[in-house]
């Protein structure tokens, strides 16, 4: 299995590759001299994004950081996991939305910072939860967020470049020649909007299961992780749908989809053999021995998401499973 670095380096040069051509077309057909403009816009908002993005992480999820004497169990956990990680510890803080879960943002890995949800301290016990902050914790160790900020304005670039062409013609020296030129390029970049939009949420998926296995090399069990995201999936689907929507932007950040939420509810339930609330080592090995099988229908809504089917995930931490038996 390709390193997830790897991967995601791959998909950058396939990503600047296909901005590259676009741009090439642009230039050699229609003559375009604001192409470059437009690179420079989106390099800048990169590097607003780069500035300010903590802040309105922190403001839109109402986080409080916490000194060590407020929660000396949590700061020892987080610590104990960075510690392992070989990683500066992360600022750490509290998050007062209702919806249990976690994050990890900042600008790097000595800027990490990882929140927790007031409500999923309720939800989890302290080895869940300890689980929860390890996967938290390979998203500063991978660097992964570098990477979905680099992959993420490929398509910002390519849809307005769709916009300009489509809506205010082509700027082109041969626009009296070439006609209906604008339009094929418009066409063409929304295309390929489309396409690497699919990629930039491919990698967003790949790299929850990289998340999860790093958690697993942290020392938290298959089984531990696995019940873990059941129990966030539950949280989820109680949530008020007016709660959800207040924070449907930021899904993406959080462990599981939380639009999601209901459907996968009903699909996880089925592991849950002695209804426990919780998935067991024994309940997760049988798992693995099982094949799943999607609906179509879950099969697109997962090529639409930012997260992967959780029954295909949990199915994963199965296999881990297995190699610990």
Avoid at 122 to 138: P, W
Avoid at 159 to 165: C, K, S
Avoid at 274 to 279: F, K, L, M, P
């Amino acid at each position: 299995m390709f390193s997830l670095r790897l991967r995601m380096s791959i998909l950058v040069i396939i990503l600047f590759a296909i901005l590259y051509a676009i741009g090439s077309l642009v230039l050699y057909y229609i003559g375009v001299t604001g192409f470059l403009p437009q690179i420079l816009l989106a390099a800048g908002m990169i590097f607003v994004q780069y500035l300010i993005g903590p802040k309105i992480v922190e403001m839109s999820m109402r986080v409080k950081y916490i000194k060590k004497e407020e929660a000396p169990w949590l700061f020892e956990m987080v610590e104990s996991l960075a510690s392992r990680a070989n990683i500066k510890t992360p600022k750490i803080g509290i998050s007062y939305i209702n919806v249990p879960n976690a994050f990890a943002f900042g600008r790097g890995i000595k800027d990490g910072r990882i929140c927790v949800t007031k409500g999923i301290m309720d939800l989890l016990d302290k080895d869940e939860l300890k689980a929860v902050i390890g996967h938290e914790m390979s998203h500063l160790k991978n660097r992964d967020v570098l990477f979905i900020t680099l992959l993420s304005v490929i398509p910002l670039l390519l849809y307005r470049l769709f916009w300009q062409f489509t809506f205010y013609g082509s700027y082109s020296r041969r626009r009296e020649e070439g006609g209906n030129y604008a339009a094929l390029i418009g066409i063409a970049a929304f295309l390929f909007y489309f396409i690497t939009n699919l990629l930039v949420l491919y990698a967003s998926r790949i790299r929850e299961y990289f998340a999860d296995k790093g958690s697993i090399a942290l020392g938290n069990s298959p089984s531990t992780m696995a019940t873990a995201l059941y129990k966030l999936v539950y949280g989820a689907a109680r949530t008020p749908k007016e709660d959800l929507k207040q924070i449907e932007g930021l899904k993406a950040f959080f462990l599981n989809d939380l639009s999601r939420a209901r459907k996968e509810i009903a699909d996880l339930a089925e592991l849950d053999l002695d209804r426990s609330g919780a998935i067991d080592s024994y309940e997760l090995r049988s798992l693995a021995e099982k094949e799943i099988k999607l609906s179509f229908a879950d099969r697109a809504m997962e090529l639409l998401s930012t997260h992967p089917n959780m029954l295909k995930r949990i199915r994963q931490l199965s296999q881990y499973s297995k190699g610990q038996a």
